[in-house]
Nanobody, 115 residues
Framework: QVQLVESGGGLVQAGGSLRLSCAAS????????MGWFRQAPGKEREVVAA????????YYADSVKGRFTISRHNAKNTVYLQMNSLKPEDTAVYYC????????WGQGTQVTVSS
């Protein structure tokens, strides 16, 4: 049974940075395109970034383009999200999953950006 564990969230002031990590157990993620998603209170879950299985292609939502960077380390079975120039509107619970959301969702990691 695959398990995704997100970490690295926290409370940060606007303009600050955080690096999220997503570690997987029970499944080799190297064959999956992976994504980071977020869900803010009262809103639907949305994809913010995605990366191909090889890392050669990436996608970013317009709202985070130029500020967030997704990367992966297949040998460590881990996916990362570097978040810079954080804004209050980035406040949400962040999740990783296959880019089509097919894997069981983890508990997520809370990111709170204060103004």
């Amino acid at each position: 049974q695959v398990q995704l564990v997100e970490s690295g969230g926290g409370l940060v002031q606007a303009g600050g940075s955080l690096r999220l990590s997503c570690a997987a157990s029970g499944r080799n993620l190297s064959t999956y395109g992976m994504g980071w998603f977020r869900q803010a209170p009262g809103k639907e879950r949305e994809v913010v970034a995605a990366i191909s299985w090889s890392g050669g292609m990436t996608y970013y939502a317009d709202s985070v383009k130029g500020r967030f960077t997704i990367s992966r380390h297949n040998a460590k079975n881990t996916v990362y999200l570097q978040m810079n120039s954080l804004k209050p509107e980035d406040t949400a619970v962040y999740y990783c999953n296959a880019d089509d959301g097919q894997l069981p969702w983890g508990q997520g990691t809370q990111v709170t950006v204060s103004s």
